[in-house]
């Protein structure tokens, strides 16, 4: 199903929904490939949108907070803007001070995407043309949005390209698990299968530093309050506004998840699992300006996001694994959110 949501340039921008056999909805634009409502129940059988967003498209393109955003073609931060490549220097795009952030601008959340629907899924593909923000490489994207009947949204992501390039692509859903953007997350609950995280200076880059999680704000391997992790004065906290903002190690075990944060209050939760070999973990710390999500002045804390890729600025770190796409081996990547109600 799908509606029109605006037009840009006289191209229309349409919202496709997906409903399961539960009752749970999924909404999504052509435009960025913006998840705009997650609707699900909650223990007492009231369903409501778990995601931060807009009602409509002129404050998709009048501000920036990545709602419910495709980011691309690489997430997070690259160092001063610039990066060598097969020993050659390019470049990119600066958005974030003397950094590039999210790709870029514009970035894919700020693409018009080619969409099929077919059953319950949702094939979004967009051809980023070679130096698009500086990055080399003609880079063919396809994502595929899937809401399954056991209330799992799949993301998958594929890409090819015609010569090397990076490519480090995520979502970046803010989730508010009391469907009231009214209350923050301090009270919502995480647990990240993880040991170590990235350390990042005062601009948000990271440094290269892997420190372990023990002992730290940033040990979720019990699952604590996020406001118990925040409250503990971390200089790392110090630099993200008095949050996380920070990329987590994953330590994948077959059939389990990587992050699960519950809501103890309404009993909604969401369960991450990922091929990915870290999530950055944000908890809105700087959500805050002139606009309102649904009706309401957004404020610090409002949601949550899990940003599923390799670890930010990898190209610059080469123990964070390896972020170069090249045309000999295309991109595959999947993630999971299974949501869940604790109905006890």
Same mark, same amino acid.
Request: glycine fraction near 10%; aromatic fraction near 14%.
């Given at each position: 199903?799908?509606?029109?949501? +605006?037009?840009?340039? +006289?191209?229309?921008? /349409?919202?496709?929904?997906?409903?399961?056999?539960?009752?749970?909805?999924?909404?999504?634009?052509?435009?960025?490939?913006?998840?705009t409502?997650?609707?699900?129940?909650?223990?007492?059988?009231?369903?409501?949108?778990?995601?931060?967003?807009?009602?409509?498209?002129?404050?998709?393109?009048?501000?920036?907070?990545?709602?419910?955003?495709?980011?691309?073609?690489v997430?997070?931060?690259?160092?001063?803007?610039?990066?060598?490549?097969?020993g050659?220097?390019?470049?990119?795009?600066?958005? @974030?001070?003397?950094?590039?952030?999210?790709?870029?601008?514009?970035?894919?959340?700020?693409?018009?995407?080619?969409v099929?629907?077919?059953? @319950?899924?949702?094939?979004?593909?967009?051809?980023?043309?070679?130096?698009?923000?500086g990055?080399?490489?003609?880079?063919?994207?396809?994502?595929?949005?899937?809401?399954?009947?056991?209330?799992?949204?799949?993301?998958?992501?594929?890409?090819? =390209?015609?010569?090397p390039?990076?490519?480090n692509?995520? @979502?970046?859903? /803010?989730?508010?698990?009391s469907?009231?953007?009214?209350?923050?997350?301090?009270?919502?609950?995480?647990?990240?299968?993880?040991h170590?995280?990235?350390?990042?200076?005062?601009d948000?880059?990271?440094?290269?530093e892997?420190?372990?999680?023990?002992?730290?704000?940033?040990?979720?391997?019990?699952?604590?309050?996020?406001?118990?992790?925040?409250?503990?004065?971390?200089?790392?906290?110090?630099?993200?506004?008095?949050g996380?903002?920070?990329?987590?190690?994953?330590?994948?075990?077959?059939?389990?998840?990587?992050?699960v944060?519950?809501?103890?209050?309404?009993?909604?939760?969401?369960?991450?699992?990922?091929?990915?070999?870290?999530?950055?973990?944000?908890?809105?710390n700087?959500?805050?300006?002139?606009?309102?999500?649904? +009706?309401? =002045?957004i404020?610090?804390?409002?949601?949550?996001?899990?940003?599923?890729?390799i670890?930010?600025?990898?190209?610059?770190?080469?123990?964070f694994?390896?972020?170069?796409?090249?045309?000999e081996?295309p991109? /595959?990547?999947?993630?999971?959110?299974r949501?869940?109600?604790?109905?006890?």
């Amino acid at each position: 199903m799908k509606r029109i949501f +605006g037009e840009i340039d +006289g191209v229309p921008i /349409y919202e496709y929904t997906l409903k399961n056999n539960r009752g749970t909805e999924f909404s999504a634009l052509n435009y960025g490939g913006i998840v705009t409502r997650i609707v699900t129940e909650d223990r007492f059988g009231e369903f409501q949108n778990i995601s931060l967003g807009f009602d409509n498209l002129a404050d998709y393109l009048a501000h920036s907070p990545y709602f419910g955003a495709f980011v691309g073609r690489v997430a997070g931060r690259i160092r001063n803007g610039t990066f060598v490549l097969d020993g050659k220097q390019y470049d990119v795009v600066k958005n @974030n001070g003397n950094h590039q952030l999210h790709g870029g601008r514009p970035n894919f959340s700020k693409a018009i995407f080619q969409v099929e629907e077919v059953q @319950n899924s949702l094939i979004f593909s967009y051809k980023s043309p070679a130096f698009e923000n500086g990055y080399p490489g003609e880079v063919d994207v396809v994502m595929r949005y899937t809401l399954t009947d056991d209330d799992a949204w799949v993301i998958e992501y594929e890409a090819k =390209t015609d010569q090397p390039t990076l490519f480090n692509p995520t @979502n970046h859903t /803010y989730f508010n698990l009391s469907g009231d953007v009214k209350k923050a997350v301090f009270e919502n609950e995480l647990f990240v299968r993880s040991h170590a995280f990235a350390c990042v200076d005062a601009d948000l880059v990271p440094t290269g530093e892997i420190r372990a999680t023990a002992g730290t704000a940033f040990d979720f391997t019990a699952k604590k309050r996020i406001q118990d992790a925040i409250s503990k004065g971390d200089p790392q906290i110090d630099f993200a506004s008095g949050g996380l903002d920070h990329g987590f190690v994953l330590e994948h075990e077959a059939g389990q998840p990587d992050a699960v944060l519950m809501d103890a209050e309404t009993g909604r939760g969401v369960a991450v699992q990922t091929d990915a070999p870290a999530v950055v973990i944000y908890t809105g710390n700087t959500l805050f300006g002139d606009y309102k999500v649904f +009706g309401e =002045t957004i404020r610090p804390f409002s949601g949550i996001t899990f940003e599923t890729q390799i670890l930010p600025d990898a190209i610059h770190h080469p123990h964070f694994g390896d972020s170069v796409l090249r045309p000999e081996k295309p991109f /595959y990547s999947k993630t999971t959110f299974r949501f869940f109600v604790n109905k006890a």
